[in-house]
């Protein structure tokens, strides 16, 4: 009968180590996510701030020296732009409004707007 008190209190001693360890673990498993939730909403809100809304239909900028104000493709968005270069009547008012142009579409259609402005 000893043997058998004894074997049941080493048994719950090591059932009572097994769940400290368990408890540990979770502990650990927890803290990592949330460390990881941390960082995922860290990343979100500096991926916010980088958005910036584009510009609504035209907006005007002066010219260095003058108060007049200039007409560039750069002031529109895409679509808009490429309907203005579609629009304008000859090739020097085409050359001025895409000067400085970057984006690839509005790039496209710029060659096409030329050929049917020189007919």
Known sequence: MAKKK???KELKKKDAKKKANKKELK???TKKKDAKKKKSKKKNSKKK???V???SGATLQPKAQENEFTDHSSNYKVLDAVK?????KNPE???AFTKGEKRLTIKKVIP???KRLKK
């Open 53 to 55: 809304q584009p510009l």
């Open 27 to 29: 502990k650990k498993y």
């Open 112 to 114: 096409a707007a030329m």
């Open 6 to 8: 004894a074997n049941k």
């Open 49 to 51: 701030l980088k958005k």
């Open 84 to 88: 203005k270069l579609r629009s304008l």
């Open 93 to 95: 008012e085409l050359l």
